[in-house]
């Protein structure tokens, strides 16, 4: 499946995403318990805009993300994934975090790193398969990969799914297109958002 880039206008797909993982989920993804949607929302809405958020989308719908969020003093990115339960176990999770090092390394990072809680599983062996050293403390596990810097295949990465990306666009703008006449030529009531970009 295609991991794209989420365009910033488009970060509240994002918490409709993050808002419908459960509430165990939530601790997971973010480390602590009791995460609310306000919260979600507030915690989209001020992410930086130097901020990358890498997303696998099912029409309108983001379906699994990446956040990577890179540290301009050390250096360091890092990331927080998450995918809808009823997507996961189809290796997501690893193609995002694939893409999260492709898009970090294309930044400058000089290190991809991720926490997650220490009885987080499916993360540790996520990140243990993607080469990463997974460090424990109490509570939490650490887990950090050194990265290279660009090259000509990380840079045609990126660019080849921004190219994806405006395919795909391309094909639903033309599929809309196709519905809307479909709909006139019937006198029917156009698709709903059919006249939307
Ligand atoms: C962690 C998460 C992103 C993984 O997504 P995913 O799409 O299922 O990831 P993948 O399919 O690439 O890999 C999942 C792997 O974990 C394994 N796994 C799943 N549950 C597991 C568990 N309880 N114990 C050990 N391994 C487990 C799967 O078997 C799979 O390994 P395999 O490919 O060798 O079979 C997803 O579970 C999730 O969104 N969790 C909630 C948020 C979260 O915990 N985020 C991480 C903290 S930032």
């Known amino acids: 499946m295609l991991i794209r880039r989420l365009p910033r206008p488009d970060r509240p797909r994002y918490a409709r995403h993050l808002k419908r993982l459960s509430e165990e989920d939530r601790r997971r993804r973010f480390g602590r318990a ?4 306000g919260w979600i929302d507030a915690h989209v809405a001020g992410l930086s805009e ?4 890498l997303a696998a989308c099912r029409g309108d719908e983001v379906i699994a993300a990446a956040h990577l969020a890179l540290d301009p003093t050390s250096f360091i990115a ?4 998450s995918v809808d339960e009823d997507q996961r176990a189809g ?4 193609d995002l975090l694939r893409q999260a090092a ?3 390394r294309n930044r400058g990072a000089g290190q991809l790193m991720t926490l997650c809680l220490s009885d987080n599983r499916a993360m540790v062996a996520l990140a243990r398969r993607a080469g990463m050293a997974v460090a424990f403390h109490p509570g939490e596990a650490e887990a ?8 000509a295949l990380t840079l045609g990465q990126e ?5 994806f990306a405006v395919f795909e666009d391309w094909a639903g703008l033309i599929e809309r ?21």
């Open 34 to 37: 009791g995460i609310e949607d």
């Open 50 to 53: 130097d901020d990358l958020i």
């Open 78 to 81: 890092e990331v927080g994934l």
């Open 91 to 94: 290796g997501l999770g690893a």
């Open 102 to 104: 492709v898009f970090a």
């Open 144 to 151: 950090r990969l050194e990265l290279d810097p660009p090259d």
């Open 159 to 163: 660019m080849s799914t921004g190219l």
């Open 177 to 197: 297109y196709h519905g809307l006449i479909a709909a006139a030529a019937q006198g029917a009531a156009p698709p709903p958002g059919g006249a939307k970009g």
